[in-house]
């Protein structure tokens, strides 16, 4: 149980293009979804968190209007990164908690590459 | 003061050793600690979670807490090549985690 899918699981896109990231829980109804990102050999940075039905909550420093988030139902949040630029080449993790539990289940991640 | 801390290492020991991973937390009034392990390139997975002082054991892992030392720890038995990985120690605050920036493991055979 608690299984998190991210879609897709890599990405290559030009620099000023978007870019859509989907994560579901399977299994469970996340009322919480978290976004981090990380860079190689850093830790996990938290990007932001969201409620189903709300605006997502996004830690300082991080700018909401290039990184929007879409938390449309329990099993469903995105992530579209705006106008990519190669700064934004990362690795985007996603993570849920459900109702039964504190503990977070992280999805696959995403690998971002913006040429 | 970093709010979670973790030696980064790297820890060597070999196959068959007990592996001792160790964690220090800042904020007294933390409830609830999580032990997630990373292998290079994926993303992380929940090995324990632990809420109440004393042990906690599953498997191969032991999670132990000492709230009034604010101190966390993992103990792998029987390491394996396969345990070899970067742990992470994280903390809750609020809803969100806090994690450390990780111990790196390295089992060698």
């Known amino acids: 149980g608690a299984v998190v899918s991210q879609h897709p699981s890599w990405v290559i896109c030009k620099s000023g293009t978007s870019v859509k990231i989907e994560c579901r829980s399977l299994d469970f109804q996340a009322t919480t979804m978290f976004w981090y990102r990380q860079f190689p050999k850093q830790s996990l940075m938290l990007m932001a968190t969201s409620n189903e039905g709300s605006k997502a909550t996004y830690e300082q420093g991080v700018e909401k209007d290039k990184f929007l988030i879409n938390h449309a139902s329990l099993t469903l949040s995105t992530l579209t990164v705006t106008s990519a630029h190669p700064e934004d080449s990362s690795f985007y993790i996603c993570?849920?908690?459900?109702?039964?539990?504190?503990?977070?289940?992280f999805g696959p991640g995403t690998r971002l590459t913006v040429t | 003061q970093k709010e979670v801390e973790q030696n980064s290492g790297p820890l060597s020991v070999p196959e068959g050793a007990i592996a001792s991973l160790n964690c220090t937390y800042s904020d007294r009034v933390s409830q609830s600690f999580f032990w997630y392990r990373q292998y290079s390139g994926k993303s992380p997975e929940l090995i324990m979670s632990?809420?109440?002082?004393g042990d906690k054991e599953d498997g191969r892992f032991t999670a132990q807490l000492n709230k009034a030392s604010q101190y966390v720890s993992l103990l792998i038995r029987d390491s394996q090549p396969s345990d070899s990985a970067t742990y992470l120690c994280a903390v809750m605050r609020g809803n969100k985690l806090v994690f450390g920036a990780g111990t790196i493991l390295r089992v060698k055979s």
């Open positions: 632990i809420y109440s002082n």
């Open positions: 993570s849920a908690t459900g109702t039964a539990s504190y503990e977070q289940y």
